[in-house]
């Protein structure tokens, strides 16, 4: 079955430390993986990908096969960085997207 | 570029009633998914359409729910004889054309239904 698992429904953190958002997925074939982001009153917006290999605001995420995990890291966490966070799948060039329930980061100042 | 819109953002409906959601794409974008969520959960995938066609239907409910995308206008997600189990957040997200690989969507704010 084709699933993606986001265990924590929130995380929080202090301004400064490390966050480590969990994401494990279930997927026969070869995935693509992404993280979407979606700020107080904004839209959703895509956060990373992994095929990108880039880190944006200062968050990265590994894809590892063998433990078909996607989390989403960053060091030192930022007031800002609170917000409801989506691990989401697709297939290598499909459209549809298999999204996680979401985490909600709250950063403590 | 104004992004996606959707309107209405908020819907109230009497169950039986039907709920028009609409949604127009960024400009220059072809394709369009609309998803739904339910409380506490993921998005799930309902519909894809291009101008004029749908492409895959397969997470739309087989019975009084459709979508279309005209070659004029925005895309419209219907929902006739609402019921409860109808009140969710429906986003709605849009891409270019294909260039291969896994386009990036772009979401609009999301229609909020609520049935009494």
């Known amino acids: 079955a084709q699933r993606v698992t986001q265990p924590e429904k929130l995380l929080s953190v202090f301004k400064g430390a490390p966050v480590e958002l969990k994401c494990n997925y279930s997927?026969?074939?070869?995935?693509?993986l992404f993280w979407y982001v979606q700020y107080s009153r904004q839209r959703l917006q895509l956060l990373l990908r992994h095929i990108s290999r880039e880190s944006i605001k200062g968050f990265t995420a590994d894809l590892n096969k063998g433990e078909t995990s996607f989390h989403l890291k960053k060091p030192f966490a930022q007031e800002e960085d609170s917000a409801m966070y989506y691990c989401?799948?697709?297939?290598?060039?499909?459209?549809?997207?298999?999204w996680g329930a979401g985490t909600k980061l709250i950063i403590k100042p | 570029n104004a992004g996606v819109m959707q309107n209405p953002r908020h819907l109230v409906r009497r169950r039986g009633q039907e709920a028009r959601l609409r949604c127009s794409p960024m400009?220059?974008?072809?394709?369009v998914y609309w998803y739904r969520q339910l409380p506490e959960e993921g998005l799930k995938f309902m519909v894809y359409l291009q101008k004029e066609n749908i492409i895959d239907e397969s997470g739309m409910p087989k019975e009084r729910f459709s979508a279309e995308f005209p070659k004029e206008g925005p895309s419209i997600l219907r929902i006739q004889q609402v019921v409860r189990g109808d009140s969710a957040a429906y986003f709605c997200a849009s891409s270019p054309p294909r260039t291969g690989g896994t386009d990036t969507q772009y979401f609009g704010p999301g229609t909020r239904l609520t049935v009494l």
């Open positions: 989401a799948l697709s297939g290598l060039g499909n459209y549809q997207l298999i």
């Open positions: 997927y026969s074939g070869s995935p693509e």
């Open positions: 400009k220059g974008h072809s394709h």
